[in-house]
């Protein structure tokens, strides 16, 4: 069973950087590793609905960016340790939020439903 | 980007309701809708994707329907562990998108 869970999260100034890591357990199985999955990241502010953030291709060469963090984030991953990365600069208090890594339904989908979610790391933007 | 609004925003029901949540598309995707329940201070799960099918270990009151650009999520009989929000997410388009949620509460 996959399981995924986030760390990195806190507290930072407008302006600042933060870089969020997640880590996946239980990616092999099936002659399907962690480097099959595409991943995904998933926010959600203070009492508000879910947000799609960016998504990345499993080779880590492709990757997507929601409008609001397209040029400010940058995703990628390391197939070797099983992790996946969000690197968050020039942060605003807007992106304050939970984020959530995901993976999708079918593994190795960019664009899909999300059938395992890390349990989120509270990123708060403030002065 | 397709929108998603979901109907109603928030309802009251009791253990047993027949409970319906709607969730409309701005344009037409194909089926490829999914739900979550999020309980507070939890992630997601999901429970439906590709509009009708039951993800593993989904209770069979769960239950979902449509086309187009309208989806229905249907709870048979609501049990005390359902009350939480629901969201609608449609995966036709990039990006794919959420609807705002519908928070099911205790009457």
């Known amino acids: 069973e996959v399981q995924l869970l986030e760390s990195g999260g806190g507290l930072v100034q407008p302006g600042g950087s933060l870089r969020l890591s997640c880590t996946a357990s239980g990616v092999t199985g099936y002659g399907v590793t962690f480097r099959n999955y595409a991943m995904s990241w998933v926010r959600q502010a203070p009492g508000k609905g879910l947000e799609w953030v960016s998504s990345?291709?499993?080779?880590?060469?492709?990757?997507y960016y929601a409008d609001s963090v397209k040029g400010r984030f940058t995703i990628s991953r390391d197939n070797s340790n099983n992790m996946l990365y969000l690197q968050m600069d020039s942060l605003r208090v807007e992106d304050t939020a939970v984020y959530y890594c995901?993976?999708?339904?079918?593994?190795?989908?960019?664009?899909?439903?999300?059938?395992?979610w890390g349990q989120g790391t509270m990123v708060t933007v403030s002065s | 980007d397709i929108q998603m609004t979901q109907s109603p925003s928030s309802l009251s029901a009791s253990v047993g309701d027949r409970v319906t949540i709607t969730c409309r598309a701005s344009?037409?995707?194909?089926?490829?809708l999914a739900w979550y329940q999020q309980k507070p201070g939890k992630a997601p799960k999901l429970l439906l994707y590709t509009t009708s099918r039951l993800h593993s270990g989904v209770p069979s009151r769960f239950s979902g329907s449509g086309s187009g650009t309208d989806y229905t999520l249907t709870i048979s009989s609501l049990q005390p562990e359902d009350f939480a929000t629901y969201y609608c997410?449609?995966?036709?388009?990039?990006?794919?998108?959420f609807g705002p949620g519908t928070t099911v509460e205790i009457k």
């Open positions: 990345l291709s499993g080779s880590g060469g492709d990757t």
């Open positions: 997410q449609q995966y036709y388009g990039t990006p794919q998108t």
């Open positions: 995901a993976k999708p339904l079918v593994v190795t989908a960019i664009v899909e439903a999300f059938d395992v």
């Open positions: 344009q037409g995707i194909s089926n490829s």
